[in-house]
């Protein structure tokens, strides 16, 4: 069973920076992939972002290619989630999953966390 708990949301101008983390209560996190997807209000879940096992192969949503950043700290057991020159368009809830593998979907990940809000508003 592992844990995952969101955090670093908050509100951030057009342009602006958040970085999220995902932390996990797993001791080995380098088993699982790590992928981040979001929701907006009135729209479907999106994957984002993910962080394969092992090798720890990156992979990016076109919508954020070159924006966002994933990145792992194995010694604390944390996946980031480094999101630069953010839009409008990227409000939402994002969330973290834990799975054997980078999935198209949330619900092929193993474990889900909370969720955390990032919003982009002036």
């Known amino acids: 069973q592992v844990q995952l708990v969101e955090s670093g949301g908050g509100l951030v101008q057009p342009g602006g920076s958040l970085r999220l983390s995902c932390e996990g209560s797993?001791?080995?996190?380098?088993?699982?992939?790590i992928g981040w997807f979001r929701q907006a209000p009135g729209k479907e879940r999106e994957g984002v972002s993910c962080?394969?096992?092992?090798?720890?192969?990156?992979y990016y949503a076109d919508s954020v290619k070159g924006r966002f950043t994933i990145s792992r700290d194995l010694a604390k057991n944390t996946v980031y989630l480094q999101m630069n020159s953010l839009k409008r368009e990227d409000t939402a809830v994002y969330y973290c999953?834990?799975?054997w593998g980078c999935g198209d979907t949330l619900s092929e990940y193993d474990y889900v966390g909370q969720g955390t809000q990032v919003t982009v508003s002036s």
């Open positions: 999953g834990a799975s």
């Open positions: 797993a001791s080995d996190l380098d088993y699982y992939a």
């Open positions: 962080i394969s096992s092992r090798v720890g192969s990156t």
